[in-house]
């Protein structure tokens, strides 16, 4: 399972079509990713385990969020005001 | 790009363009028979001594000019659907791009691998080099593949714009907070301009959009050079 989700991160190219977002309105795609990889880091590492196939969230988010959307969020995480339940 | 005196839409360099340049001809054909029809109709009517005045009905041209027009615009309906369809298709792209409007400029980011940036402003008429076009060409062009599926996400810093470009049949809004999907294919390497297409302020008419196509390894090479000046 590990493996599949390694590969996938190693051949990847771009965020791939998500059939939970068929439409234009890509704006939850970018958020959503954003809140797994987040979720993912939190779930894996207290549980002490290795939280590498949670970078699969992170490359698509890198890829549909814009950057200044991505900063301010980890700027939110920082303080504590982050408006989303990770 | 726009030419002056140009009539028609500007060349496709997408596939999807050059479908909706030939539904519209297709479109506009018959658009100009049922005109000319009317118009031949019209004179005839007007220039004529002869009159008739105990017509009461007609069943037959009732019907056909009921059924016929039907028949057409089932004609018109079925291509279009079919295109409409086929923009709607899943597509797998190789490759995402974010444009953002800002007051007064668009910036682009390719971010699939590392984090690259760049603002892209309109050169001023009086910095133009020979043979460049006014009010279109930008200090930075964003580049892309040629042959390859695009995405494309707008969005905007602060108000309301559209990223539009004719030529390959593309236009989407960039709504601040939200994240709008485009795609394209740029059938062909070259230079395809575009105009921000929503009213934004005084520069409205001054943030244009240059799509530059180009092979692959044109494109690795830009980018990697794009990383380094960063």
Redesign the interface.
């Given at each position: 399972m590990a493996d599949v989700i390694e590969d996938k991160i190693k051949n990847?190219?771009?965020?791939?079509?998500d059939a939970r977002f068929?439409n234009?309105?890509?704006?939850r795609?970018?958020f959503q990713n954003y809140l797994d990889f987040h979720r993912c880091n939190k779930a894996l590492s207290s549980k002490g385990q290795d939280s590498s196939p949670c970078e699969w969230y992170q490359?698509v988010y890198?890829?549909?969020?814009?950057?200044?959307w991505v900063e301010k969020w980890d700027g939110q995480i920082e303080d504590g005001s982050f408006p989303g339940k990770v | 790009m726009a030419h002056p005196t140009q009539l028609g839409f500007q060349d496709a360099a997408s596939p999807v363009m050059e479908e909706l340049l030939h539904f519209h001809d297709h479109a506009l054909m018959i658009v100009f028979l049922i005109s000319t029809l009317v118009l031949y109709i019209i004179i005839a009517m007007v220039s004529t001594k002869l009159t008739n005045k105990y017509i009461l009905d007609s069943q037959e041209i009732e019907i056909v000019w009921t059924i016929l027009p039907a028949v057409i615009l089932v004609l018109i309906a079925l291509p279009s659907l079919r295109i409409l369809y086929l923009m709607d298709e899943?597509?797998?792209?190789?490759?995402?791009i974010?444009a953002?409007g800002h007051q007064w400029y668009w910036s682009y980011?390719y971010?699939?691998y590392e984090?690259l940036?760049f603002d892209s402003y309109m050169v001023p008429t009086q910095d133009l080099a020979p043979g460049q076009f006014r009010l279109l060409e930008t200090d930075h062009r964003m580049v892309v593949p040629m042959e390859s599926p695009i995405?494309i996400?707008v969005?905007a810093?602060d108000v309301l714009h559209s990223w539009a470009v004719p030529s390959l049949g593309m236009k989407?809004d960039a709504v601040p907070?939200?994240?709008?999907?485009?795609a394209f294919i740029a059938s062909r390497p070259g230079l395809f301009y575009g105009q921000c297409s929503e009213i934004c302020g005084a520069n409205h008419s001054f943030m244009p959009i240059v799509v530059e196509a180009v092979p692959l390894e044109h494109f690795e090479n830009w980018s990697s050079l794009m990383l380094e000046d960063a």
């Open positions: 990847y190219r771009t965020a791939p079509f068929p234009t309105n890509q704006t795609n970018c490359r890198k890829s549909l969020c814009p950057m200044s | 899943i597509n797998d792209p190789h490759l995402t974010k953002m980011e971010t699939d984090d940036g995405r996400l969005s810093e989407m907070g939200r994240l709008n999907q485009t």
